[in-house]
């Protein structure tokens, strides 16, 4: 017990999100104690060192500081070591990762993040504009003093099929129809969802390919969706079209993609994710002409961050007033995968 006579609030949370939000914490309930993970591996409880099966914390901070560094291992060991906890606050958008299972049957509510949704969708939006406008024929048109009028495709009038509503694909289907597209929506059920014009099931997926002008890829990797794009999804585009992956590598037959792209089916891809990671440079992606391709970083703005640290102090205060906890997802959908 503290001296408020409230139980404290172990937090177990990596050294560099401490150091951003720590105070800002404190300020929220004085009962907030912070377990902090040290890019070495180290667990501190008030500077000393603790062994990882005495740190017992009451709820567990997974930012993007731990997810995306070594550090993932100590933290991981840790939690999983103690008793269960009441709340797991994770960075991530996704939780397909099986270690997630191993992190769910060790807590009561589990909290993913929103926060990637702004950042990807505006990669999506670039990366899809880049490739309907001419720019690199205009720069080099510049470049040679030339006084030349090119053509270029317009986001406006172009049909948009987003496989999967959630957050992200969500915001990126709001940001298409800004710009005037029709979107189709794909999710488990077909009911309304923002950022869709219309909704259908994967059932209806194949139907909806031949008129679809933009793809994305925005759904989690599971059973149901590995190798989603494989060699017929492929036979059925437009020839115009466009496949956008920012979701998960393995949604994707490399192989058979490869092969549809040499047959300008899709005319591009723009990739930011790969079954290996990072991409062997033996891979035929890297100089292949019609795909565009980035090191898996469509989420890496300082806006993520922002947000992120903004997520876990509200859902912090959540936490210590017994509130309804934001982005919470069922436990037993975590399980199932």
Same mark, same amino acid.
């Given at each position: 017990?503290? *001296?408020?006579?409230?139980?404290?609030?172990?937090?177990?949370? %990596?050294?560099?999100?401490?150091?951003?939000? %720590?105070?800002? #914490?404190?300020?929220?309930?004085?009962?907030?104690?912070?377990?902090?993970?040290?890019? *070495?591996?180290?667990?501190? =409880? &008030? %500077?000393?060192?603790?062994?990882?099966? =005495?740190?017992k914390p009451d709820a567990a901070w997974l930012s993007t500081d731990i997810l995306m560094t070594k550090s993932i291992f100590p933290f991981v060991e840790t939690l999983l070591a103690g008793e269960k906890l009441k709340w797991v606050q994770s960075g991530a958008a996704g939780f397909d990762h099986p270690i997630f299972k191993d992190i769910a049957k060790k807590t009561e509510a589990f909290c993913n993040s929103n926060a990637h949704s702004i950042p990807i969708a505006e990669y999506v939006m670039a990366s899809v504009m880049a490739e309907l406008q001419p720019i690199a024929e205009r720069r080099a048109a510049q470049a040679e003093k030339k006084w030349q009028r090119l053509g270029f495709r317009t986001?406006?009038?172009? @049909?948009?099929?987003?496989?999967?509503? %959630? @957050?992200?694909?969500?915001?990126?289907? &709001?940001?298409?129809?800004?710009?005037?597209?029709?979107?189709?929506?794909?999710?488990?059920?077909?009911?309304? +969802?923002?950022? &869709? =014009?219309?909704?259908?099931?994967?059932?209806?997926? @194949?139907? #909806?390919?031949?008129?679809?002008?933009?793809?994305v890829l925005a759904c989690p990797l599971g059973e149901t969706t590995r190798h989603l794009v494989n060699a017929d999804f492929l036979s059925r585009l437009k020839e115009d079209a466009i496949l956008v992956n920012i979701g998960r590598g393995g949604l994707v =037959?490399?192989?058979?993609?490869?092969?549809?792209?040499?047959?300008?089916?899709?005319? #591009?891809?723009?990739?930011?994710?790969?079954?290996?990671?990072?991409?062997?440079?033996? +891979? #035929?992606f890297w100089a292949h002409p019609r795909v565009r391709l980035t090191a898996h970083c469509a989420a890496w703005s300082p806006v993520s961050e922002i947000?992120?640290?903004?997520?876990?102090?509200?859902?912090?205060?959540?936490?210590?007033?017994?509130?309804?906890l934001q982005q919470e997802v069922p436990i037993a959908q975590i399980l199932e995968g």
């Open positions: 017990m503290s *001296e408020t006579g409230e139980e404290i609030m172990r937090v177990l949370m %990596g050294e560099t999100a401490f150091e951003r939000v %720590g105070e800002r #914490a404190k300020k929220i309930t004085a009962d907030f104690t912070p377990l902090i993970v040290t890019p *070495e591996g180290d667990i501190l =409880d &008030a %500077g000393k060192t603790l062994a990882k099966g =005495d740190a986001v406006w009038g172009t @049909n948009w099929l987003v496989i999967g509503l %959630g @957050n992200i694909g969500s915001t990126i289907g &709001a940001r298409a129809q800004g710009f005037g597209a029709h979107v189709t929506g794909v999710r488990r059920t077909a009911k309304p +969802s923002p950022g &869709a =014009d219309e909704v259908i099931t994967p059932a209806e997926v @194949n139907e #909806a390919l031949g008129k679809t002008d933009v793809i =037959d490399e192989a058979a993609l490869l092969k549809g792209l040499d047959e300008a089916k899709p005319a #591009a891809a723009l990739l930011d994710v790969f079954e290996t990671e990072p991409l062997p440079a033996e +891979s #035929a947000q992120n640290d903004t997520l876990f102090l509200d859902n912090l205060a959540r936490f210590a007033k017994g509130e309804t």
